[in-house]
């Protein structure tokens, strides 16, 4: 069993940079392929980014390509989703979650980007 806990949320003016955190409580966090998704209001849960930890590789959607960065500190056991350029259309409940591939998730943390 993975516990997700996701940080870092707020609300930003457009153009503006946000940080999220994902710390989770596994010994084995370096076995995880790591990834972002979110939830805008009235839709369904999509990809923005994920990880692979022994490749150290990372996938982007095309709609955060460019302006979202995924990174991992396997010491802290976090993974980190930096988010610049921000736009209104980026507000969204962000989802962390661990695969192995059994699929764990953290309960969100909410971004909001005023125009």
């Known amino acids: 069993q993975v516990q997700l806990v996701e940080s870092g949320g707020g609300l930003v003016q457009a153009g503006g940079s946000l940080t999220l955190s994902c710390a989770a409580s596994?010994?084995?966090?370096?076995?995880?392929?790591m990834a972002w998704f979110r939830q805008a209001p009235g839709k369904g849960r999509v990809f923005v980014a994920s990880?692979?930890?022994?490749?150290?590789?990372?996938v982007y959607a095309d709609s955060v390509k460019g302006r979202f960065t995924i990174s991992r500190d396997i010491a802290k056991n976090t993974v980190y989703l930096e988010m610049n350029s921000l736009k209104p259309e980026d507000t969204a409940v962000y989802y962390c979650r661990a695969s192995s591939p059994v699929h764990y998730w953290g309960q969100g943390t909410q971004v909001t980007v005023s125009s």
């Open positions: 596994t010994r084995t966090f370096s076995s995880y392929t």
């Open positions: 990880i692979n930890w022994s490749e150290d590789s990372a």
